[in-house]
């Protein structure tokens, strides 16, 4: 993919559209994922950070790598926002990723809650990406409240389960003028191409790489697939035919010789 084909987050250029989601936390996953499928952001948990010191993520995560905090575990606005704040004062910087779940079975996002989150940590500056279910209404209100972006589910988290919200994923790609970053349950290469042959600014994962056989190869597969999708989405996709065929090449004159 050319080098020019960059994307922008608050303020910020770059050139990956693979994001390292680092729930299933290792150091070989953190070293695949800047080496072998080349991400520029990793989340960061702010549990990860505030363990022993033998055990802390950031000691491994390369310098140049953008620290994206996330508020896994907040239940409601207040506590995100709390969490937020925190890992803006240990030195995480300005960007922030909502995650607000109340629903320990299915884990899926309160979207009303983060959109209340969204709206407080805009005011204060951070670069928020609201993690949600795809509704888009609720991706309106994000974007009114302003997210930096918009960051839907493809399925369950850590279900390796694919796209199924592909359908509401394509209706936010298409009426909500940010970058659109498909998140949770991507579970192979070619459901993140398809992702990004729909329009989809970048893909986050995790568990599709973390419980992968090889790791970095993997990471490699799901550089190079996000790339082959992205680069399909700028050619533009041919046509579907829903009913019947269209030869290839004109038949007129197969007869004749």
Known sequence: MQNHDTWSLGGHTFTSRFIL???????????????????EIITLALRRANTKKEENILDYIPEGVTLLP?????????????????????GCGDFVKVEIMHDSKYLLPDNYETVKATEILAAEGFIVMPYMYPDLNAARDMAKAGAACIMPLASPIGSNRGLATRDFIQILINEIELPIIVDAGIGRPSQACEAME????????????????????????FKKAIEAGRSAYLAGPGRVLQNGASASDPLTGFLHD
Not at 206 to 219: E, L, Q, R, V
Request: net charge neutral; aromatic share 2%; no cysteine.
């Open 21 to 39: 989601g680092s729930g299933k936390y290792n150091m070989n996953l953190i070293k695949a994922a800047v080496e072998d499928a080349g991400a």
């Open 70 to 90: 996330n508020t896994s575990g907040a239940r409601n606005a207040e506590e995100a926002v709390r969490l937020a704040r925190l890992a803006r004062e240990m």
């Open 198 to 221: 729909m329009g989809a600014a970048a893909i986050m994962a995790n568990t599709a790489i973390a419980t992968a056989g090889d790791i970095p190869a993997m990471a490699g597969a």
